[in-house]
């Protein structure tokens, strides 16, 4: 910048305009802090950004950038309310270009912490300090040598509010949530450097990445979501859309991986959470959630941000169209995704016409395929076989067919039985998985060739944590060097699920700080989801009958009603109320 004159000036704002803007920032932790340095640092246009923390920022946080930086005799107002260089009057407050505008983050801040803010100008060969005591409330200026931008330093955060400081969690938690909050700006802007250092260790560092933004999502997200997400870029009129949508092995047992942005800044809104949800019915399983980046860009005019203090929701002007829009450029960009296996799936079932043709004579039971079309299922399994197998009727009977991937029908007696293959599996997962006596049973399978793949700082610090929790549950898991785990053993159960994903989502889990037991309970859960996930199609007679026995192992009762989710009982009268016959 070669002018003075044309750097941005702050002002205070006038009474009627700061009357119009929600209210101001609340500190509520360190992430909170950086979070509206950050967003300071992209709204002066800087390009390179490095976060030194300390004991997760409660003792320092400092953020320096090299953009545009301030007038030294702005630097006192730059600590008062309703003072900024982002709004000069209300034709600007109803099309916000910024981050911020409210001009209230470093008074916020300064309120609850020491303070110091140094600057500098392209046009000045000298920087200027300014140092707040909040106990004084008076400031100290100084000159500097800095250069062309800007570094605040907060420390010792809530030093004079202990009881604010006495709710923070542990320095682990207090860092995830700082992580996460560079995460999600750090999508936001993939032309700006960011580096991130905790205790003198560099912890995150992305590269600027501005004409492929795959890349920076890559890095900040993982290769594999990228590889397996669903490509979205879609647009009409003044609305587009752009990002990545992960459903099938994306899907994951929390919202921990759902980001959402409108016009460069970070949203949430329950009307395109809706959108999102109507578009993935029926393309994950209950209890799951999908998975996303995804990039909304509208007119300026077209959304309020100035609706809450956390400038994290929005008011748009036409909000039905707005998730009419999302839900029909999700909708289309799964429905392209899934076309372009069509051949393979035609020729599969091609293929299993002509199995079932050879088999057409067989007196075996046939079964239902995904297509629901009618397919041998045994082969050349002989008749004498299936006597010999089912001679002795256990409690779930003996298997007839399956239908599609979800069903199975059995016949014990007179009696019928539908079984639902995932909930079967999932309970017979959750007996083998429960601990008793702190001894486990669980079997574990060693690999032959261990699996190795990429892990954010973040989740080196979760594995750090549940290791040996882990591996009460025959998961062996270990660092093989900087953001690398490999994978020496599993559970046996889980031989055939994506040990990638499974691994992803266990170490992207939310820790418990005090509970050993609720990570227990949440590693089981994640477990058990990947073992619903893997695939049923085509069970042989073996296969379906393996799966009743197993169940039965588990020392259940088949009267009990309470398992009515994993079979429930077909008599005579309940099959001729369903097909509504008269006696």
């Known amino acids: 910048m070669s002018e003075t004159s044309n750097l941005p000036r702050i002002k205070r704002l006038s009474s009627s305009l700061a009357n119009q803007i929600a209210a101001g920032e609340v500190i509520e932790r360190p992430a909170s802090v950086i979070k509206e340095l950050l967003e300071n640092c992209l709204d002066a ?21 090299n953009g545009c930086g301030i007038h030294p005799e702005d630097l006192q107002l730059a600590l008062e309310r309703h003072a900024t260089a982002k709004l000069d009057n209300q034709s600007d407050l109803a099309a916000i270009k910024s981050l911020g505008f409210r001009g209230e983050a470093l008074p916020s801040i300064s309120s609850v912490a020491e303070l110091s803010l140094t600057s500098r100008i392209e046009s000045l060969e000298q920087a200027a300090t300014l140092i707040f005591d909040p106990a004084s409330g008076e400031s100290t200026f100084r000159p500097a040598a800095h250069p062309v931008g800007t570094t605040v330093e907060v420390k010792n955060l809530f030093h004079n509010t202990p009881a604010r400081r006495k709710f923070l969690s542990s320095e682990r938690t207090e860092f995830l949530h700082i992580l996460e909050m560079v995460r999600r700006i750090a999508l936001s802007c993939s ?16 590269r ?42 994306l899907a ?61 929701e929005v008011r748009f002007r036409h909000a039905r169209d ?20 069509s051949t393979t799936d035609s020729e599969l079932r091609e293929k299993e016409q002509s199995v079932s ?20 299922n045994y082969g050349d399994l002989n008749a004498r076989r299936q006597t010999e197998l089912i001679s002795d009727i256990p409690g779930l009977g003996k298997p007839l067919l399956q239908i599609q991937e979800n069903y199975l029908l059995t016949q014990r007696d007179d009696v019928t039985l539908l079984i639902n293959i995932e909930q079967a599996k999932k309970h017979i997962a959750k007996q083998k998985l429960s601990l008793s006596e ?48 490999m994978v020496r053993a599993i559970p046996s159960i889980l031989e055939n ?39 049923t199609l085509f069970m042989s007679f073996d296969e379906m009958l393996n799966l009743l026995r197993q169940v039965e192992a588990t020392g259940i009762d088949v009267k009990q009603l309470r398992y009515a989710s994993v079979w429930r009982t077909l008599n005579i009268d309940d099959l001729d109320k369903l097909m509504k016959l008269d006696d």
């Open 438 to 485: 702190g001894k486990t049973s669980i079997t574990s399978r060693p690999l032959l060739v261990p699996i190795r793949f990429s892990i954010t700082a973040n989740q080196e610090n979760v594995l750090g944590t549940l290791k040996s929790q882990l591996e009460k549950y025959a998961l062996n898991l270990e660092l093989a060097g900087p953001s690398t785990c």
């Open 252 to 312: 994951r047992s929390s919202t921990d991986k759902q980001y959402l942005y409108l016009n460069g800044r970070m949203i949430r809104d329950k009307r395109l959470n809706h959108a999102i949800r109507l578009a993935c019915e029926g393309q994950i399983a209950e209890g799951r959630f999908p998975s996303y980046v995804l990039y909304l860009s509208l007119e300026l005019t077209a959304a309020d941000v100035n609706v809450h203090p956390t400038k994290h």
């Open 357 to 376: 043709a050879v088999n057409e004579d067989s007196h075996y039971p046939r079964r239902h395929n995904i297509s629901g079309e009618v397919r041998s």
């Open 208 to 249: 600027a990445q501005a004409d492929d933004l795959s890349e920076r999502v890559a890095s900040l997200v993982g290769q594999a979501f990228i590889n397996k997400a669903i490509a979205l870029d879609y647009a009409t009129g003044d609305m587009q859309i752009r990002g990545w949508l992960g459903i099938g092995d």
């Open 322 to 341: 707005v998730h009419d829009f999302f839900y029909a450029a999700l909708s289309s960009a799964i429905e392209k995704d899934q076309n372009l296996y």
């Open 45 to 65: 246009g800087a390009t390179q950004i490095v976060i030194d923390v300390s004991k997760a920022g409660t003792q320092l946080i400092r953020v320096s950038d």
């Open 191 to 206: 032309d700006a450097n960011i580096e991130l250092r905790h205790n003198g260790q560099k912890v995150l560092s992305c």
């Open 497 to 535: 699920a994506d040990i990638e994903m499974l691994v992803n989502d266990i170490l992207n889990m939310n820790v418990s700080d005090v509970s050993d037991q609720l990570n227990c309970e949440s590693i089981i859960s994640i477990m058990i989801n990947h073992v619903c996930d893997i695939a």
